[in-house]
């Protein structure tokens, strides 16, 4: 768990974190979103001590971290940034491997996990792994930037804006894969991004900062459906608005339990925008609902969405 009791980071003599209090749970998703300069990557570096608080204190699983030495504290966290910061001169082997080395693991060891990483991040190995950094594209730089900071298996992963400079498609693929190894290993994550729709796609907690203060935290849901004011209004609101609420709302809670139909068939975990784009696609009003043995469960019904 960490905890942030009123956290004030001032630069000159203005507070660009401004009194804030946070709980990240063990296990969490926890998206720091917000405009730029609103104090996110500012709060995330003060979690590793890159950046040092002027009032407050942060906790660690009840250790302030103020009393832990900074290396042993950033060891033991992950932390991914945008512009990766892969050694130029060392393999992509040899940038993963970093910390385990620091570490002094076993060199057996900190191979097997190497080879490890490169699989779960869904690198060829043979292609990459004797490559230097500039020798890879940016989508897979930035998978050897997760893979390092996965290496020594940390509980928390900092990242911030890990995906930004990021085409669409491989941002997407890689907003994948971190929600996939986030549901597997139950790491906490702690992740900074002004991009809504990224904080509403990965996050199982939401904090909205606004110039250095906290306006609202809670799950995705509770944050669409009941915005704390004007601010977070317009900030999640927008043109997208009922397409980011029908991504928050399963296909279970929509589910008319009898009627199996025709058609292609959507899970009850799909979201009802993934629903509503397949029936789009597949120019249906309706769709058949099975779970993963291909069971029947009912169906889903276009008129029902609207209700989200
Ligand atoms: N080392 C520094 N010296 C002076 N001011 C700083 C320093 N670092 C950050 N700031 C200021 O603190 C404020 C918050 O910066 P921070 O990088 O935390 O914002 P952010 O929300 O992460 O923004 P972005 O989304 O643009 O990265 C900004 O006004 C920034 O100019």
Redo the contacts with the bound molecule.
Sequence with gaps: MIELTRVTKR?GD?A?VDDLSLTVARGAFFVLV??????????LKMINRLVGIDAGAIAVDGRNVRDMPAEALRRGMGYVIQSIGLFPHWTVADNIATVPRLLRWPEARVRARVAELIALLQLDAAEVARKYPHELSGGQQQRIGVARALAADPGIVLMD?PFGALDPITRDALQGEIARIHAATEKTIVF?T?DMDEALRLGTEIAI?DQ?RLVQCGSPADILRSPANDFVRTFVGGADFGLRLLGVTRVRDRLRPNGALAGPPVSPDASLKEALSLMIASRRDALPVRDGAGRSLGAVHLADLARA
């Design positions: 630069y203005k660009v917000g405009p730029s300069g609103s104090g996110k990557s500012t709060t804006e900074v002004h900062l250095g």
